[in-house]
């Protein structure tokens, strides 16, 4: 019955969509990545740089002098909170900080007039594509799989992965509530949210920097939205026995009720209302993050990647596959601040992502949509330098870390400008999947920049946010709409 209502539904949405979409050309494209993959800074530095006109040579439209146009527009979703794009960029360039990540989805609308690039369009009236840009963390992907899984195939998965040598410390004080404990014991309260902050903790552990873990489900845990202490969010996994039948009332009984209603009041809203209505996706990767923390963290990293792309392109006798009308037809997949290597090394960075996504794609048997890979920096905190080092030259980078970074024994206070070396990556990408490899732990360094101050021309006119091939992303991602 619930997913006859939910194909009725999805038929009538993507009907609605399509009908306006024919008077108001729009594509909606989602932006997504795991937490402080870098969504919030893309989302504020691509508005941004088109609203201002940014130095974007290699998107064709506003190269060519195409764009007459850009402004933000009421959003078609009105219970989607706004992404507070304003407030986001007074933050970078007002404070030089970074602004607050994302929390939860919000959109934006961006309304590009253009004029056709082809001789005989342009003598029609120039075109117009509004552009929904929708936030959304990409934890929220990882809890697809839940679909098709019953309490005791959760609760068991978790487990044995809790027990895993990488993750027993972060996991040990659940492992040791679920220890011994009594299942058919009357269920109360304090009990479970005692359950449910340990495993919580948990999970959150594991995203800490010096493990990066990527995550495990259920995705609300890590970024539980406007949904947090709500009962869908209150339950853990548990010992259960598979088939066993447990007393209502009972611990068992309730967890695995609140976990049945995660899945429909939680996981299926979002990917019914937001999910399948995308057009295009970009997926960012904070690959540095993982490389810093190690190879398990970057195997950990790749297993998260599969479970992403695999909601792109679900089997279509799935439940998402069954009623998904619309195909995302371009997904980019790029790894985020490049700013933190020195030129040279992008084509690595590159490179190790390409890697990371193939497997991906191989093992999540995934086609069909056009996938592009890419090294980018939305906001470039660094420039390029190189120093003279016994007869060599070392390539640097030169930023203002971040009050508080670290790199051996000095501290940065936030105010002096730094060049550092950030060690080479791997010119073969398998050394990082390799724990015995020559890539030893902190080979590499990365520190936080704070965002550029901006230059000014010598008209005195404020230069928009430098980047690092955020062009390239626009014109994969934009470019065939606004030809
Ligand atoms: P979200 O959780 O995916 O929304 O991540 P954010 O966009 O908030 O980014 C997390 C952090 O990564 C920021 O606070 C910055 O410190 C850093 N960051 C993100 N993008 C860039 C970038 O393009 N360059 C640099 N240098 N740092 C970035």
Redesign the pocket.
Known sequence: MTSLADEARLVFDNFTDRTTHLLNPSLRLGVT?????????????LVHNLLHGGRLPMFRAQADGRILGTYLEEQPDDAVPRFQYEEHIRTILEDRG??????AISEVRLTVDFESASGWRRMLPGGRLSIDIV?Y??EWLLDLPLIDKDFATFSQEAIERARLPSRHDQAAPYLALIDGIDLDAKADEPTVQALKTAFADYLQACRADATALSTLPPGRFLMPGDLDGSPALSFAPLPVEPGKTYRKGSLAHLLARRYEAYKSVVVKPFFREHFARLDRQIL?V?VLQAINAGPEAVADLETALTDILACFRPGRTSWLGSFLTRRIDKILVAA?????LHRESHRRLEAIVKRLVDDAIARAKFSGAKTEVLA???????REASIEENGETLPLIV?TP?AGERIGAETFDGTSETGIFPGDLPADPGELFRADGELQHGAVQFV??K?PRLEKSPEGITLSLP??RLDRALEFLLGDRLA
Not at 36 to 45: C, D, E, L
Not at 98 to 103: A, D, G, K
Not at 336 to 340: G, M, V
Not at 376 to 382: C, E, H, K, P, S
């Open positions: 990545g795991l937490s402080r993959a870098g969504k919030t800074v893309f989302i504020t530095a970074w602004p607050q990540s994302t929390r936030d963390p990409g960012l904070d985020t601040k490049a700013d933190h980018l920096a939305a906001v470039r905190a660094t930023g971040a936080r920049f965002p980047h690092i």
